[in-house]
T-cell receptor, first 113, second 110 residues
Framework: NAGVTQTPKFRVLKTGQSMTLLCAQDMNHEYMYWYRQDPGMGLRLIHYSVGEGTTAKGEVPDGYNVSRLKKQNFLLGLESAAPSQTSVYFCASTHRVGGETQYFGPGTRLLVL | GQNIDQPTEMTATEGAIVQINCTYQ??????LFWYQQHAGEAPTFLSY????GLEEKGRFSSFLSRSKGYSYLLLKELQMKDSASYLCAVRNTGGFKTIFGAGTRLFVKA
């Protein structure tokens, strides 16, 4: 049971480049989330999904797109990276509502120059 | 609006007890979580409160007062490995979204 995995672990981009971050979970969770974490600001929700084929915007969705073609995968795309997107990105998943906590992936550190 | 406040930093001594407070204002409430996050790592679940009162789990306890919009995390018998950030998070009605506080960095000294 790998839990939640993220690929890649670290990436450096130049302004204007694009990339996709991959999140995979093997716990059959319905809900999946993408957060970014910046110093002093806590975790902020970018986009989330409540099931295969569905996505919704969170607090800070601008500049990002997502897709959930398979239940176990949640992709985060940056079409044209900007220095303001330098951050640590965490993916998380959970079962449908209840007392369930969110399970987090190890994070992706992204530096945009 | 939605807002979660917790102290930025705290320092405590090994073996002591420390209480980390969290106050929140949200448009709806469906549970409060505490997470621990060591530097460079992912957050990990510590506790969950949905009803008023105290939840105890080993050296960690968490308290909730929904009427006051207040929670605290109590850590007993502090160990050096407890040096980490502690995140307070509130799940809103509907269960889709969780709002996180900025976290409290706890330093445990010998």
């Amino acid at each position: 049971n790998a839990g939640v995995t993220q690929t890649p672990k670290f990436r450096v981009l130049k302004t204007g480049q694009s990339m996709t971050l991959l999140c995979a979970q093997d716990m059959n969770h319905e809900y999946m989330y993408w957060y970014r974490q910046d110093p002093g600001m806590g975790l902020r929700l970018i986009h989330y999904s409540v099931g295969e084929g569905t996505t919704a915007k969170g607090e800070v969705p601008d500049g990002y797109n997502v897709s959930r073609l398979k239940k176990q995968n949640f992709l985060l795309g940056l079409e044209s990276a900007a220095p303001s997107q330098t951050s640590v990105y965490f993916c998380a998943s959970t079962h449908r509502v209840g007392g369930e906590t969110q399970y987090f992936g190890p994070g992706t550190r992204l530096l945009v120059l | 609006g939605q807002n979660i406040d917790q102290p930025t930093e705290m320092t405590a001594t090994e073996g002591a007890i420390v209480q980390i407070n969290c106050t929140y204002q949200t448009s709806g409430f469906n549970g409060l979580f505490w997470y621990q996050q060591h530097a460079g790592e992912a957050p990990t679940f510590l506790s969950y409160n949905v009803l008023d009162g105290l939840e105890e789990k080993g050296r960690f306890s968490s308290f909730l007062s929904r009427s006051k919009g207040y929670s605290y995390l109590l850590l007993k018998e502090l160990q050096m490995k407890d040096s980490a950030s502690y995140l307070c998070a509130v799940r809103n009605t509907g269960g889709f979204k969780t709002i996180f506080g900025a976290g409290t960095r706890l330093f445990v000294k010998a």
